[in-house]
């Protein structure tokens, strides 16, 4: 089997879903530390996987790809991983297919559109904007309202209706999980009425542990450092 | 074989893709047109199908799909399409899930947010935002740039360095040509700098024709008339 390189940056929440998925499946892996905010993305080196200049992404021997949900289809079937992640079934892939669709415009643009727009504008090089906010914030709670109502219809522990999770239920909660960035009043503002999701993200963080909480333990320690600063 | 509805708007861009993939490749269905604005999308009949309250969708016998790639490649599996609109082949195929994926957050939001906040921001009950307008038309003249200098890297006629399309150049163009919408001049001054773009663009119509120009003749229609009265 050829090498794998994963280009990440354990602040990003597509990074980290990356990163997950190798570790909870035993997928060795080189982590390399690409910087957002730095020149590691500006170099040709760099360009030449990514020309994005984003991550993560990754090199398979010569095969190099990026975008995180085709990065995580690609390794579930090359790595042959548990069937749950990534269904062979037509008609279940689909339906997953469809969820991780969804996500870009919903779950993605709420989310991280709300961090950019608010407490993250000045690592954009911009002034926080409360147009842009509002317009995330609805998105965002929209988007926590259908995974609620429609992603974990009925009373399953993961989305679709699944008992054991996919590649989408570590994609979502690794975008969520972005939030703790915000004060815990403001946080609890947005996802607090929606019950289900909670639930949700607690099953997907029993089910992926202690890898889950590995990954995520640089995100803290910036927050908890970004906290005492702000 | 299960029977197939595809519930569609034509002035939908991923319900013309829809559409369009399936004359093409010859396959039967029953197009259930789903009017955009209309009580349509708001019934709970369509609500078992699409809880998005969106176009397009599909009902395959009894198992129902939305979200238009996740469709695009449902499709391409059952009909068992020729390959190279999704190909079999594990990298191959990754690549174009990464250009798809690349599509929501990118041209989509370019191209259609350009759209909402200009000429058709009263149809979504809004106002033009020449904010929103800005943001957009970065974002899509970004896109184009993209699509010249990476997905049409080389001198390919299709993405991905590819001789044949797949379904991301049906879904790329049935989005670009909904810019047919804006003044002449405006579109002109938005695409005309991207040769490339200009040039794949002809080479999609050319290789889907005569279904490409039939399934993009309401849009014109339509265009036409709005055209007139504004």
Redesign the interface.
């Known amino acids: 089997m050829a090498s794998l390189k994963v280009y990440a940056d354990r602040r990003s929440q597509p990074s980290r879903a990356v990163i997950l998925f190798c570790k909870i499946n035993g997928i060795e892996f080189e982590e390399v530390e690409t910087s957002l905010f730095t020149n590691d993305l500006q170099t040709p080196e760099y360009q030449a996987i990514n ?2 200049k984003k991550v993560p992404a990754i090199a398979h021997g010569d ?1 190099t ?7 995580l ?2 390794l579930a ?2 790595y042959h991983v548990p069937d749950h992640w990534y269904p062979t079934d ?2 279940k892939r ?2 997953l ?2 969820v ?3 996500h ?2 919903n779950l ?2 709420g989310a991280m559109g709300y961090l950019v727009n608010t407490i993250l504008a000045p690592f954009f090089g911009k002034s926080p904007n409360p ?1 842009g906010k509002a317009d995330c914030e609805h998105k965002l709670v929209e988007s926590f309202s ?1 995974i609620e ?2 992603w974990l219809e009925g009373d399953s522990k993961f989305l679709l209706g699944n008992d054991q999770p996919s590649i989408a239920d570590i994609s979502f909660v690794s975008e969520i999980m972005q939030l703790h960035m915000l004060p815990d009043e403001e946080r609890n503002r947005l996802i607090g009425p929606y019950k289900k999701v909670e639930r949700w993200i607690e099953n997907v963080k029993e089910a992926t542990n202690p890898h889950f909480d590995q990954v995520h333990k640089y995100l803290f320690h910036v927050i908890s450092s970004f906290k005492q600063t702000t």
Chains 1, 2 share one sequence.
Do not use: G
């Open positions: 020309p994005m095969f790809l990026f975008e995180s949900h085709a990065i289809m690609y079937c090359s037509l008609c689909a339906k297919h469809s991780l669709d969804w870009h415009a993605r643009y147009e259908t109502k429609v």
